[in-house]
């Protein structure tokens, strides 16, 4: 089993930064893929970004340019780097990590961007 807990959330004015992390532990997550999805109220969970085990990035158009997601092997946390914040940014950060039939999600944190 891989636990994940998400920290780094908060409320922040639109045109700040928040810099989201992904703790994993329970097993090494090196191999796996892991990824940022999002859920605003009333909305369904969308895709952030994800970042392959061997470092390849992809991300949604909607925060591309913005947002950086990145991973830390050693300490076995993934990272999303969140600047010029938008109050439509505005959701439950939860983090995904997933390898063949193995898919685990954290429990999420909340961001908030004010207008």
């Known amino acids: 089993q891989v636990q994940l807990v998400e920290s780094g959330g908060g409320l922040v004015q639109a045109g700040g930064s928040l810099r989201l992390s992904c703790a994993a532990s329970?097993?090494?997550?090196?191999?796996?893929?892991m990824g940022w999805f999002r859920q605003a109220p009333g909305k369904e969970r969308e895709f952030v970004a994800t970042i392959t085990s061997g470092g390849s990035t992809n991300y949604a158009d909607s925060v591309k340019g913005r947002f950086t997601i990145s991973r830390d092997a050693a300490k076995h946390t993934m990272y999303l780097q969140m600047n010029s914040l938008k109050p439509e940014d505005t959701a439950v950060y939860s983090c995904?990590?997933?390898?063949?039939?193995?898919?685990?999600w954290g429990q999420g944190t909340q961001v908030t961007v004010s207008s």
């Open positions: 329970g097993r090494t997550v090196s191999n796996y893929d």
């Open positions: 995904n990590a997933y390898y063949g039939r193995n898919n685990y």
